[in-house]
């Protein structure tokens, strides 16, 4: 199976940017930034070792901005850390495309808000990574990692298997060692089921904590951008980058002792659905946990994730159509698709390049709504984040006097499928996606051998207390 594609953006960088780099000292500015031995040699890593296909684009100017670390003073948590992001997200000078041949020709006049404030926080933006197309937006039987621009990304842990979707790319580069921190967005898992597919952590932050301009959408309800990244340390810092000036400071929230006298929910209708390897591994988590001093509290009920599921469906495909057409509008002109309309003939007409193993049901379901003047969206999305939030999670939390939920973050990866889309065990994800609440995902273990997640569910704006529950789990099990 080839993992590459012909219309791939990655940019091929001279020796020149490579001899630039020699001329610098080695200095390591702190964890996740590359000493300057390293960087020599990064982006042609980034080119040779992407075996994975999770890299799309290299920032045109990565080899400058690798060279100005040096002689730069530090300006934050994250200087001179490499960091890719998710190609549904601007980057000055490059194209965002959502994966989508469709958007080749949309280059962004400037950053997002998000990586405006990872650049002053000392990140350096080293480039794209491919996506689910339309971040799994398209198709009801869609390939998770596949894109019409990037080709199928696999998983680093074995390349027969999804990385999942829709941040694929991003959690393949940083589960493969690439880099240490990656951008992800998630409307519902695409953060948290990639980063426990790949066996690294990832954070969807509560809606509203980040910006969500200059980020293709799908609602404005449940989108967020996340970190994702090689441990908990590495996420707060990047989580706090990415707020900005304003952030609380998440890793002095870090706590080894957080756990001890904690009681924590454990979500059994969705703890075993999963196969007995990850029972299993989920049975060594909870013992950690134990060992470490929490309180382990039986949820057995939880709401009603079925009508919860056709509440969401119902949201998603109304915001999309109001939320892409918005978008849409505001692009460059080169973009000639300026509606939801136009990419659903957009892709029609280049239904061999872009519809080669699934199609596009969802744009055409959403098309067929009336989107944003729909009457009744306004009434779906209150009922849907009610019975998600203060009677989903926030009542679980109450009447268990619990401060987080966990359960495992999501299956074993599952073997990829061209045809016929991806056979998906389910996830954790939709109460904390739909309520708009956090949820952070840390590596449990293997189960037969493929890396599972552990999630922290917590109630609105509880980041700090999740990232310091993930950090001593992930410490204690470390030891």
């Not at 799309?56 to 100005?68: T, V, W, Y």
């Not at 060692?177 to 089921?193: F, H, P, W």
């Not at 060992?291 to 939880?302: D, F, Q, R, Y």
Request: charged fraction near 20%; charge should be negative.
């Amino acid at each position: 199976m080839s993992t590459h594609h012909p219309c791939r953006l990655l940019l091929v960088l001279s020796p020149l940017v490579f001899a630039a780099c020699q001329e610098r000292g080695a200095v390591d500015r702190g964890e996740g930034a590359v000493p300057s031995a390293e960087r020599i040699a990064l982006l042609q890593r980034l080119e040779m070792e992407d075996s994975f296909n999770a890299i799309l684009a290299i920032a045109p100017d990565a080899g400058e901005q690798l060279r100005a670390v040096d002689s730069s003073s530090p300006r934050g948590s994250l200087h001179g850390v490499p960091v890719l992001v998710k190609d549904n997200i601007h980057v000055a000078g490059m194209p965002t495309t959502a994966g989508s041949l469709a958007l080749r020709e949309n280059i962004a006049a400037g950053d997002a808000p998000i990586i405006a404030n990872l650049r002053r926080a000392g990140a350096v933006i080293i480039g794209k990574t491919n996506l689910s197309e339309w971040a799994n937006f398209r198709s009801t039987s869609s390939t998770s990692g596949w894109s019409s621009v990037g080709g199928l990304t696999t998983n680093p842990h074995d390349p027969s298997r999804s990385a999942c979707g829709s941040s694929s790319g991003s959690a393949a580069a940083v589960g493969s060692g690439l880099v240490d921190v990656a951008i992800g967005t998630e409307t519902d898992g695409s953060v948290t089921c990639p980063a426990a597919m790949c066996g690294i952590v990832g954070l969807k932050p509560t809606v509203g904590l980040l910006s969500g301009a200059g980020i293709v959408p799908i609602s404005a309800s449940q989108d967020t951008a996340g970190p994702m990244t090689r441990n908990v340390r590495l996420a707060a810092h990047t989580l706090g980058a990415m707020v900005g000036a304003k952030a609380a400071d998440y890793e002095e929230a870090l706590d080894l002792d957080k756990l001890r006298g904690v009681r924590l929910g454990v979500l059994r209708p969705l703890s075993g659905e999963y196969g007995d390897s990850v029972s299993a591994t989920f049975s060594v988590a909870l013992r950690t946990l134990e060992g470490a001093g929490a309180k382990l509290v039986e949820i057995s009920e939880i709401p009603d994730l079925k009508r919860l599921g056709r509440l969401e469906w119902a949201l998603l495909l109304r915001e999309f159509k109001r939320d892409l057409n918005a978008y849409l509008a505001t692009m460059p002109s080169g973009v000639k698709t300026r509606t939801l309309a136009d990419l659903i003939a957009f892709n029609r007409a280049h239904a061999g390049e872009v519809m080669p193993h699934f199609g596009q049901e969802i744009f055409e379901q959403s098309e067929a709504t009336e989107g944003g003047e729909d009457p009744a969206l306004p009434g779906i999305v209150a009922e849907a984040k009610r019975l998600a939030g203060p009677e989903g999670i926030d009542r679980m939390l109450a009447d268990h006097d619990c401060v987080a939920l966990i359960a495992p973050t999501t299956g074993r990866a599952f073997p990829i499928r061209l045809e016929g889309g991806d056979k998906f065990e389910g996830a954790c994800t939709t109460l904390p996606a739909v309520s708009g609440y956090p949820h952070l995902t840390v590596p449990m273990g293997l189960a037969d051998g493929l890396p599972v997640g552990l999630s922290f569910i917590g109630p609105a704006f509880s980041e700090a207390s999740l990232l310091a529950l993930g950090f001593a789990y992930e410490q204690a099990r470390e030891e």
